[in-house]
């Protein structure tokens, strides 16, 4: 056998045993938990409102644009982490692209806040 299929046959290896192990882990979970099943909990659940009736309910928004907004400060994070580490190679002119950046992020969250978007009542 060749390095080149070797070092395949270690990552197969692993593979499989790392497979084996979590079947033996869930295997014994499944055995060892207790089973009470009750009606509540196959209730639906949504958004932290329990479902009332039978019919269809609406989930509030403000759940979806508070999703919203961290996903953007979380992207924010993710541009400005290269920036801090290159900062000094891009100089002025990074340093007002980044000012420009960080403001319309910052007239976002404002925005936000005006329409109250942030309480959570």
Known sequence: MSAFLRSYFTVLV?????????????????????KRPQPQKYMNYESGVDPIGTGWSQSQIRYYVFALLFVMFDVEAV????????????????????????????????????KGVLRWV
């Open 79 to 114: 541009f400005i982490f290269p920036w801090a580490v290159r900062v000094d190679a891009l100089g002025v002119f990074g340093l007002v692209e980044m000012t420009v950046f960080i403001f319309i992020l910052t007239l976002g969250l404002v925005y936000a806040w005006r």
């Open 14 to 34: 692993f593979v499989g045993a790392s497979v084996l192990m979590v079947g033996l882990m869930l295997g014994a979970g499944s055995l060892v938990r207790p």
